[in-house]
Nanobody, 116 residues
């Protein structure tokens, strides 16, 4: 499975960004896809996940109500819509995928920078 992330950039606090992650290859092995992020000097943290069918989503408390994860079934793509961005959302964002309870595949990171 290959994961291609895109959509990062620089935005002012309160603004919005949209990240996409396209999956290709042996996608039949995917049960869940998610987003993680890692800020400088900090450990990688979970952001959001969605089942491959799109039937269930889950968010970290820090982004709940501001971020929305969704799935475009036709394109094998997940989208992370990020609204009301805060400087503390600044990080490299990674998409990941895998069977239940395990993220086996990782995409390259995409930088999100939120200026105050």
């Amino acid at each position: 499975v290959q994961l291609q992330a895109s959509g990062g950039g620089l935005v002012q606090a309160g603004g919005s960004l949209r990240l996409s992650c396209a999956a290709s290859g042996r996608t039949f092995s995917i049960a869940v896809m998610g987003w993680f992020r890692q800020a400088p000097g900090k450990e990688r943290e979970f952001v959001a996940r969605i089942t491959w069918t799109g039937s269930s989503t889950y968010y970290a408390d820090s982004v709940k109500g501001r971020f929305t994860i969704s799935r475009d079934n036709a394109k094998n793509t997940i989208v992370l819509q990020m609204n009301s961005l805060k400087p503390e959302d600044t990080a490299v964002y990674y998409c990941a995928a895998g069977p239940p309870q395990r993220y086996t595949y990782w995409g390259q990171g995409t930088q999100v920078t939120v200026s105050s």
